[in-house]
């Protein structure tokens, strides 16, 4: 017997015994975002190659270890997306959603892939939110964006997490401070990781961002942005933090929060859990006010924010949530017979229009396995009809949860599953 196939490294099936834990929090995050008045958009999971290099910037680890390339077949370069801004940003500067009601204010759900070692929390395909504000600079859309990640984390029911801001100030402040953090990390560079000595020449506030304990512990020391910011960007990054106290939203300053990603300026923030390790980063993101006309729009200010729903559900399942109700039948018919099996079909079609979740298993003959098959099935209800209710037009209805048993007309069966 040949052997059978195995899922890729790095990846996972969404089991339908899972499926109803990711239906809840896609819907809850659908929900909060559209009352914060925010649109749907949906790009490919793959473009070309240039739009990430160009983005997120070619020294990351994203681009130079991550990301998937590959050609087709005329030769040009793709890329499966690795993160959800780039794509909106193309989506928006090519569909001029600027000038668009519902252009303004957008937000995705979908795949993202990332070739990194997997481990708990981190996947090679990962399933993303996020969220993008496009055209004010205004410090309080800052916080609005804030407070929306915010929002959805607390809906959910989340407790043990905490939210963590930075300011990167613009560019000629990111440029002195570069040279700060330069002329800091120098005189270690030999206990440096290999990956942190190639960033230092390159982008040297990106050594604040490593994962790797001992160059962590170097960077403690390292001189603080917040020392750094001109003065534009110290009065926004203050009102900021005005406007989320007068929100009455918790947060603490991390001048190490740099986020991975080279397009971001000003604002940076994270929503960290407290129990989750090393991986602990439930969602974040900040300003970028630049990156629209750097991939070829007129100059618009934007911000947003991405997580990822795999360490959402795994928070979720720490602090014991709820992820709603588990999907199961209203009703599971049982029929005794050849006529009572005709009209428990006929009255399935009638429920299914209805919009009422029935169960029927037309396999199952006898009473006793249909009634086994009903109670695995977790019912609300068993519908059983036999040749005496055939004649008399009714329905024997059990309730499985109080063991309560009646019967009705078949006629007003719908009317009284979607009255009780």
Known sequence: MAEGYKIPRGTF?????????????????????????YHQITTPI???SDLFE?????????IQKEMYRFQDRKGRSLALRPEGTAPVVRSFVENNLLYEKKGNRLYYMGPMFRYDRPQKGRYRQFYQYGVENFGSDHPYIDAEVIALGYSFLKELGLTDFSLEINSIGTAKSSEVHNAALSAYFEPHLEELCADCRTRLNKNPKRLLDCK???????AGNAPSMLAYLDEESAAH?????????????PFTINPTIVRGLDYYSKTAFEYINNNLGSQNALAGGGRYDTLVEQLGGKATTGIGFAGGFERLILSMEQENLSFGEVPHPRIFLVSLGDEAEKTAIKLLTD?????????????????????????????????????DEIKSGKISLKNMRSGEQILIPINELITFLKKN
């Not at 169960?359 to 040749?387: E, P, R």
């Open 13 to 37: 099936d969404i089991l339908p015994s899972e499926s109803y834990k990711w239906n809840y929090v896609m819907a809850t995050f659908r929900r909060i975002a559209e009352s914060y008045g």
């Open 212 to 218: 790797v304990p001992s160059c962590r512990a170097i």
């Open 54 to 62: 160009r983005s997120v910037g070619d020294a990351t680890d994203i």
């Open 46 to 48: 793959f473009e070309q």
């Open 237 to 249: 990054f203050a009102r900021v933090q005005e406007y989320l106290t007068l929100m009455e939203i």
């Open 351 to 387: 429920l299914h229009n209805a919009g009422i979740s029935a169960a029927f298993d037309v396999d199952k003959t006898t009473l006793n396995a249909q009634m086994k098959a009903a109670g695995k099935s977790d019912t609300d209800f068993t519908g059983i009809m036999g040749d």
